[in-house]
């Protein structure tokens, strides 16, 4: 789900943006979260695998906002 997740994110950021995907993973993360309470296995399996693609998008649209946020002098010595 993880690798779903960073595969997509790129066209993702590039189509909605870096806070609207942020934004919808976060709250897709708690919502997927909350049904992975339900006592059967594919709801379980099914929340944790939508769980972990967010946290692909997540990753990898949190990475992009951080390299914007560093100065440029600075990328070359251990930030970004």
Not at 8 to 21: D, I, P, Q, S, W
Not at 29 to 44: E, N, Q, R, Y
């Amino acid at each position: 789900g993880v690798a779903l997740g960073s595969y997509l994110a790129g066209e993702f950021t590039m189509h909605f943006g870096r806070r609207k995907v942020m934004l919808v993973a976060n709250i897709a993360i708690v919502f997927f979260s909350l049904i992975s309470i339900i006592p059967m296995f594919l709801t379980i399996f099914l929340s944790r695998f939508f769980f972990s693609v967010s946290v692909g998008l997540i990753i990898v649209a949190s990475l992009k906002i951080l390299v914007e946020t560093i100065p440029a002098p600075m990328l070359g010595y251990g930030f970004g």
